[in-house]
């Protein structure tokens, strides 16, 4: 998993300093670990020349043909405050935001199941990965599904 996956699991917390939920990339590792059908695993291939001189090919995902209406919205950030799950507090002129990762999961999880005011769930939902000159189909079972 990813250091933030890896920090989640092991109880972490986020602390943005003078920046606002929007800076938060923790929502993508949320998204990535529920398989969204918005973002391809794999699905983009790129020639890489190793340190040794040798050329080969490594992939990496791709990212949705448009914004979510959700996450990239940041609608989590409201249920966040509204449930108290977030303690804020002002340094200087600055503001610090502090809250769990777990907490944070939970929130994006049941707006990505449920979806919100206009907008449906990810079930529903009608956003796919863009297509690249480097699209490639993914080699990870779990994503064949989604192409």
Do not use: Q
């Not at 939920?21 to 020639?47: A, D, I």
């Not at 503001?95 to 206009?118: N, Q, Y």
């Not at 990810?122 to 189909?137: G, Q």
């Amino acid at each position: 998993g990813s250091p933030l996956d890896l920090l989640e699991k092991n109880g972490g917390k986020v602390l943005l300093l003078g920046v606002d939920y929007p800076s938060n990339t923790f929502h993508h590792v949320v998204e990535m670990s529920n398989n969204v059908l918005c973002l391809g695993k794999r699905t983009r291939e790129y020639p890489v020349k190793l340190p040794s001189g040798k050329m080969v090919k490594l992939r990496t995902w791709s990212w949705r043909e448009k914004s979510c209406p959700i996450d990239d919205k940041v609608f989590y950030a409201k249920a966040m405050k509204k449930r108290g799950l977030e303690k804020r507090i002002s340094i200087g002129v600055g503001e610090a935001i502090l809250f769990k990762m777990s907490d944070c999961r939970k929130v994006i999880e049941g707006l990505l199941r449920k979806g919100i005011k206009g907008f449906p769930g990810c079930k529903s939902c009608k956003i796919r990965p863009r297509i690249y000159p480097e699209t490639v189909k993914s080699d990870l079972t779990a994503d064949l599904t989604h192409r």
